[in-house]
Structure formats: structure tokens, C-alpha cells
């Protein structure tokens, strides 16, 4: 291989890690850390996440979202990464917050989340969790189901603004599992009964109807079924706000075309200027595109193994740590750390007892031998969201890299805490 052709697929690979990620004498750095550095100070599975990618992410959606329509609101939907030191952060960066639930709810608030900006969802909200969001005074939210307006009539003793979830009925073109604006999902009320929901909301006496909300699903990687969404709630009325939800996809290998942050805000204020009233705020819901690419999961290879039928690199985490494979078949590509390129096929796979167990089906790693360390782009969003103990797994720290800089936003889980709720 010439120089250039591997100077060609090492940019192609970076191109997959938070800007500014580099190759040093064939090893990644990422926020200016080398990786060898991260594992040997962190251990492995570690998760990375770069401190400057997610800031220049979240400032990107919030000054194009504003510069095409100022009344308006980026709300971070932080069950992409719900850690304490990243709500502060985009709370930071002026975005609203997103929680779906009270353990969001507490870690948005001990961040030092505007309530008011705080924005509550759920397909199944408890006693508990609304009262925890009036008694903090949460400033919107959002009605899924009719319980959810009795609940609220209930608690509910000054005002509460709220919005209603509408099904727009769209089958948007991601997997069933991430897919939530068909007539047949858990998620928001069918027309019609977002229709009674609206009439009964505006004869309330507490629950202050300030409008719509709408999210038809993740890693959508169209514009037009956001376009579509919106002309579906449009006739319900003109209201003060319209929550448009999140659902932009991330790009997670080389090959998938993803519309840029521009390309998906010109798609929906070119609608919302057809279709809602012109002094309407608009708030937007990103996860996924916000967090994902800012981060990436760190691996020591623990086996490699050459089967009938192809060959398996095996390493110290997978679905204990990234579920986005098994529960969505999300593809993901990855490369040695410390030799950046590319060479034969592997099957990447985890340590966990599933076959299912896998984290890439087919990728090109150079040379991967015991004791490497791998290194998966785009884990930001979901990973640590969903991480657990599978097989006694421990899960991984969080470390947010920045100008050379590491800090641990999330220590590793030890074997005391494994079994700190388990009473013998
Ligand atoms: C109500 C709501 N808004 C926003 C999001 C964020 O979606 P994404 O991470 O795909 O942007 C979700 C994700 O499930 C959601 O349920």
C-alpha cells in the first residue's frame, strides 16, 4: 500500500470522529488524547465524548435554528445522553431540555436547568413524576394520552402549560423500534382524539394549552417525512407553540448520506412558513444528531479467532454497552486505535452470551491482534443511555475529552456497585 492510499483511508476513518480527532504515528487522538493514553489512565470499554465537538453541535442547531426563526427554542432530548455534566453543558449553550421522566427531570434540574425550559414527556407518566415537574415548576408538559389530562386536572392547583402529542399518522423510514408517528404506535394521540384532547384543554380551568407537538421517529435521514409531519397538525389550529420533536439521523459509517443540521432547518421553516402561523414559537427536539458524533467507545480486543466462515475480533464490552446493534441493527465501523487503517474482514462481536452479541458484522481492521484497542465512532448517542449489566458487566465511564484535557463525567461502575442493591 503507498503512503497516500493510507493517508487516504485514515482521513476517510477520521471523518467518522469528532472534528478535530487526528492520527499520530498510525494511533487516534481524539480532543487531543491519545488513545492508548485514555485506556491506560480509564481502563476499557471507556466511552469518550469530545467537550468541543458536542459545544459546536449544540451551537450550530441553536444559531441556525434562530437565524431562520428567532421565536424559537432547541430543546437537547437528553435520554441521547443523560449524564449530569452534559445537561449542564447544553444548558450552557442555551438549550432548553428534554426529559422524559423523573430521573431526567432530577438531573436536568441538579444541572441548573432554566425549569421553565424544561420541557416533560412520556408515554406513561406517573403521580409521582408530574408532581415532581409542577412542584418544580416545569414549564411545559407535553399530553400523550387522556390519563395524562386527568392526572393533570388532578395535581394541577395554579397554571400548567402543556402541549398535545399528535400521532400525524407518517410511517417515517427508520426501524420499526425507532419508528413513532404511524397510527399504530404507544406514542401521542391520533388526530381525531387530539382533537377532543385540544377541545377538552381549552376548557380547563389549570392546564394552559399553549399548543402541538409532533416526533415521528430517530436516525431519519429524509427530510420530507418531517415536512410531511408538520402539514398533518397544521389544520389542528393555530396555536402559540409547535415542538416539532427530534429524529434527525446521525452518520455512523462512511457511506450513509445524512442532510446536514442546514439542510433538515431549511426543510422544516420552509414548511412552517407555509403551514403555521408566522408568530408561533418553534421549538425542535434534537438527540441523536446532537450527541452522536461527538463520541466514541474504546475496546481492548480480549480474542481473535479465525471460524469456518470468517474470522472474529472479540473484544471486552458490546451490548452491555451498545444496544443500538441489537435492538435496532444500527451499523457501526471501526478501526485499531493504534493502527489506524484498514486491512482484512472481521466480525466485530462482544463478550456477552448472545449470539446477537455483535457490534459490527463485517468491518476491515488492520492487523487486529490481543491486547489492541478498538476504537467505534458515533457511540455518543444511546450507548451509555442504554448500557447495563449483562453478564455482570460493569458499565462504562464517560470521559469528555477537550485540548488535551480529560475529565471523568462518569466513573467506571465497580463490583461494590454491582451489588450495592443486592441484598443476599
Ligand atoms: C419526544 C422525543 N423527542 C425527541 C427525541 C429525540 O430523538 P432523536 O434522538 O432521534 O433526535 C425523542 C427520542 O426518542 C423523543 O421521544
Known amino acids: ?143 400523550d394520552n387522556f390519563d395524562d389530562i386527568d392526572r393533570l386536572e388532578r395535581l394541577v392547583h395554579d397554571e400548567q402549560g402543556v402541549l398535545v402529542r399528535v400521532l400525524p399518522e407518517i410511517a417515517a423510514p427508520t426501524h420499526a423500534a425507532t419508528a413513532t408517528g404511524h397510527i399504530d404506535s404507544k406514542f401521542g394521540l391520533p388526530v381525531a382524539d387530539a382533537q377532543r384532547a385540544i377541545a377538552r384543554l381549552r376548557n380547563s380551568d389549570t392546564l394552559r394549552l399553549d399548543g ?101 475480533v472479540a473484544v471486552d464490552g458490546g451490548m452491555g454497552d451498545n444496544l443500538e446493534v441489537s435492538l435496532y441493527g444500527q451499523a457501526f465501523d471501526a478501526t485499531v486505535a493504534t493502527r489506524v487503517g484498514r486491512g482484512e474482514n472481521f466480525t466485530l462481536v462482544g463478550r456477552h452470551c448472545e449470539s446477537g452479541d455483535q457490534l459490527i458484522e463485517t468491518v476491515a481492521l488492520r492487523e487486529p491482534r490481543v491486547g489492541d484497542l478498538i476504537a467505534v465512532p458515533v457511540t455518543g448517542a444511546y450507548c451509555l443511555t442504554m448500557s447495563n449489566n449483562y453478564n455482570g458487566a460493569l458499565r462504562p465511564p464517560l470521559v469528555m475529552v477537550r485540548d488535551g484535557h480529560v475529565r471523568v463525567v462518569q466513573r467506571r461502575e465497580t463490583y461494590d456497585d454491582l451489588i450495592a442493591r443486592d441484598l443476599p
Not at 438527540?287 to 452522536?292: E, I, K
Open 212 to 312: 402541538l407537538h409532533v416526533h415521528i421517529g430517530s436516525q431519519i435521514l429524509d427530510t420530507r417525512p418531517f415536512t410531511r409531519a408538520i402539514e398533518a397538525i397544521a389544520p389542528l389550529g393555530e396555536f402559540a407553540v409547535y415542538d416539532l420533536g427530534g429524529g434527525l439521523g446521525a452518520r455512523y459509517t462512511f457511506d450513509s448520506r445524512v442532510p446536514t443540521i442546514e439542510e433538515y432547518l431549511d426543510a422544516l421553516i420552509a414548511t412552517a412558513r407555509e403551514c403555521l402561523p408566522s408568530n408561533a414559537r418553534l421549538l425542535i427536539e434534537p438527540g441523536r444528531s446532537l450527541v452522536a458524533e461527538a463520541g466514541m467507545t474504546l475496546y481492548r480486543v480480549l480474542t481473535v479467532k479465525h471460524g469456518a466462515h470468517r474470522s472474529f
Open 1 to 143: 500500500m503507498t503512503t497516500t492510499s493510507h493517508q487516504r483511508e485514515q482521513a476517510r476513518l477520521l471523518e467518522l470522529f469528532p472534528p478535530g480527532s487526528s492520527v499520530e504515528h498510525d494511533e487516534l487522538l481524539i480532543g487531543g488524547v491519545r488513545a492508548r493514553d485514555l485506556a491506560d489512565e480509564f481502563g476499557t470499554p471507556a466511552m469518550i465524548v469530545d467537550e468541543n465537538a458536542l459545544r459546536a453541535r449544540a451551537r450550530r442547531y441553536r444559531d441556525d435554528f434562530s437565524e431562520r426563526w428567532p421565536n424559537s427554542l432547541v430543546v437537547w432530548a437528553s435520554k441521547s445522553l443523560p449524564r449530569t455534566a452534559i445537561y449542564r453543558l447544553m444548558n450552557e449553550e442555551g438549550l432548553g431540555i428534554d426529559v422524559a421522566g423523573g430521573g431526567e427531570m432530577m438531573m436536568a434540574l441538579r444541572a441548573g436547568a432554566d425549569p421553565q425550559r424544561v420541557v416533560m414527556h412520556g408515554n406513561a407518566k406517573s403521580d409521582h413524576e408530574l408532581t415532581m415537574a409542577i412542584d418544580a415548576g416545569v414549564g411545559t408538559i407535553v399530553i
